[in-house]
């Protein structure tokens, strides 16, 4: 039975406060938009989650577009006009498919966008271009250096949208000074319900839907609101600290890459040279295709994911190692990821696994 869970960043538990509120909010018959109490009632409960994640991200709740989740949010951030677009090769494939002729920005080897880059693409683009990059990686963790990649868009005349699926709760996040057009979030990367997140867009900036056949929230969205989904959202946001989760996970990052860096000497933990979140480990052991290292674990009682874990279930190369130049290993690699609940034990229980599955030595399924 699975007892340790690694794979936060594919999604959270649901946090017990959230699951409370949403029970709770499945009582009377609601839909947002009527006049009559019952509607006027979920009106308020949609406006107080709105408020609530507003304050989290250091946005007005105006400027909150409930949505689907994080894959809705950046597909419609990225039908804004744009005279041309560059996003980085790292990107979520909810960004990466939403603009699949956008020009892609190389990162360095520890997984950084090149600035040099950015500035010299917006120098021979007329002004008006459009530039997605995301906060956190899914992956690696790796934090890009946002305030100056909002510099230079800024000094080109250049929109730029940010996925913060991943950053939301785990890093300090402030719209208002951010110098973002747009972010995208997500309810049940922070232990809210899945099928709900959020579009931050700037006051004044135009919403672009990706469907008809509705007024709400604002003419921006149409479809009767996810009421109880909203609801978990908004206590989600409520409890998702940054400063606490950094606190907590930190630590156990430290734990676990000081214990398998001294036991795997030649295993390579991505990133390590930047800045990243608290929670996030990407390590390659080399030999080992990171679906054996998954199976292993799984077997092992321990959760984790190799690489990201949407799509199909099926498991390829990262995209991201291989644009940070990790070649071979790229399919070696598995990625960790720590939330509130995980404990010290767990991270031993984690580590004496997969160290039992090194130590096995390079026969054991070995990469053609």
């Known amino acids: 039975m699975l007892d340790t869970y690694l794979d936060y960043n594919a999604t959270a538990p649901l946090r017990d406060g959230v699951r409370r509120a949403m029970i709770d909010a499945m009582g009377p018959p609601a839909n947002p938009s009527s006049v009559h109490g019952y509607g006027q009632r979920a009106r ?43 996003i980085s090769g790292i990107e979520h494939a909810a960004v990466l498919e939403s603009a699949p002729s ?11 966008v090149d600035l040099t880059a ?13 530039v997605a990059i995301m906060a956190a ?13 909002a510099g230079i868009t800024a000094r080109h005349g250049a929109w730029l949208h940010c996925d913060a699926v991943q950053g939301l709760g785990k890093m ?64 989600a946001a409520m409890l998702a600290d940054p400063d606490v989760f950094e606190a907590h996970c930190r630590p156990l990052q430290q734990q676990l890459e000081h214990r398998l860096g001294a036991e795997a000497p030649d295993a390579v933990i991505f990133g390590q040279a930047a800045r990243r979140l608290a929670n996030t480990t990407s390590i390659a052991m080399p030999g080992r295709l990171a679906e054996t290292q998954v199976m292993a674990l799984d077997l092992a009682g321990v959760a984790i994911s190799a690489g990201a874990a949407c799509s ?57």
């Open 118 to 130: 950015l500035d010299d693409w917006l120098g021979q683009q007329p002004r008006g271009a459009g």
């Open 102 to 112: 956008a020009h892609h920005l190389p990162v360095d080897a520890a997984g950084v």
């Open 172 to 235: 300090p996040l402030d719209f208002s000074t951010m110098g973002v057009s747009s972010l995208a979030l997500s309810g049940h990367k922070i232990g809210g319900p899945t099928g709900v997140g959020a579009l931050v867009l700037k006051e004044g900036m135009p919403a672009h839907p990706l469907s008809r056949g509705g007024g709400q929230e604002k003419n921006r969205r149409p479809g009767t609101e996810n009421l109880i989904g909203i609801i978990g959202f908004g206590v």
């Open 312 to 368: 199909s279930g099926k498991v390829r190369s990262s995209h991201v190692l291989e644009a940070m130049g990790a070649g071979d290993l790229a399919a070696s690699a598995i990625r960790i990821s720590s939330g509130w609940d995980t404990t010290a034990n767990d991270i031993d229980r984690l580590a004496e696994a997969w160290l039992r599955l090194y130590k096995q030595g390079s026969s054991f399924n070995p990469i053609d």
């Open 137 to 149: 990686n899914n992956e690696t963790g790796v934090i890009q250096p946002m305030a100056e990649i």
């Open 44 to 86: 308020l409960m949609v406006e107080d989650a709105r408020a609530s994640i507003a304050r989290r991200v250091g946005s007005m709740p105006e400027e909150i577009i409930f949505t689907s989740g994080g894959t809705e949010a950046n597909a419609m951030a990225l039908r804004q006009p744009c005279s041309a677009m560059a």
